[in-house]
């Protein structure tokens, strides 16, 4: 069984597009992050969520929201997309928040044409 | 705010040591830890210090030093496969914030 799973694995999309991305975990974690990583291999945090509350929301556009149904569950809706949202995105999971070793989904590459 | 710095790119043979370092600086510290990320792949845990010394676990050791800000991260043995990048990571009361991470390439 995957432990954290995000779907699409890829996805190519055009300027002006709302598009979602998917991420479930089966670990019974507490919290749920996403993570930005750009052509430079930098990850960067965009938003933590525990127990379903909004921890973290980084200084990222409102055009990205975040959007948990349960505390299993971290959905990223983006809006309007523009050519800089092409990255890769991690969906990961902590068993709490700030604690212990997070475990990542396999990425979304989203590439804005 | 919190900066992590490492090494951009290191080189190592294969069989030998290799020592990525860290550097930090930050708040609200509950760890550090370091990530292994092949390209094209998601970041996978290698190790995590809490407190101040070493942390051994098979080829990978890991050290830190809470009052200079500093971690390394040691590879024995280097095999081929161990070709990717590393990323330190601090894990502060809210989040975990990582380093642009060390691209470390093993050559025959």
């Known amino acids: 069984d995957t432990a954290v799973s995000q779907t699409p694995k890829y996805l190519v999309t055009q300027m002006g597009n709302d598009k979602s991305i998917k991420c479930e975990q089966n670990?019974?974690?507490?919290?749920m992050y996403w993570y930005k990583q750009d052509s430079k291999k930098f990850l960067k945090i965009m938003f933590s969520?525990?127990?379903?509350?909004?921890?973290i929301n980084e200084t990222v556009p409102n055009r990205f929201s975040p959007k948990s149904p349960d505390k299993a569950h971290l959905n990223l809706h983006i809006n309007s997309l523009e050519l800089g949202d092409s990255a890769v995105y991690f969906c990961?999971?902590?068993?709490?928040?700030?604690?212990?070793?997070?475990?990542f989904g396999s990425g979304t590459r989203l590439t804005v044409v | 705010g919190q900066n992590i710095d490492q090494p951009t790119e290191m080189t190592a043979t294969e069989g030998a040591i290799v020592q990525i370092n860290c550097t930090y600086q930050?708040?609200?510290?509950?760890?550090l830890f370091w990530y292994q990320q092949h390209a094209g792949e998601a970041p996978t845990f290698l190790s995590y210090?809490?407190?101040?010394g070493l942390e051994e676990k098979g080829r990978f050791s890991s050290f830190l030093s809470r009052s200079k800000g500093y971690s390394y991260l040691l590879l024995k043995e280097l095999q081929m496969k161990d070709s990717a990048s590393y990323l330190c990571?601090?894990?502060?009361?809210?989040?975990?914030?990582f380093g642009a991470g060390t691209r470390l390439t093993v050559k025959p």
């Open positions: 990961a999971s902590s068993p709490n928040l700030g604690q212990f070793g997070y475990t």
């Open positions: 670990l019974g974690h507490d919290t």
């Open positions: 969520y525990n127990n379903k509350e909004l921890i």
């Open positions: 930050t708040s609200g510290f509950n760890g």
């Open positions: 210090n809490v407190l101040d």
């Open positions: 990571a601090v894990s502060e009361t809210n989040d975990m914030r």
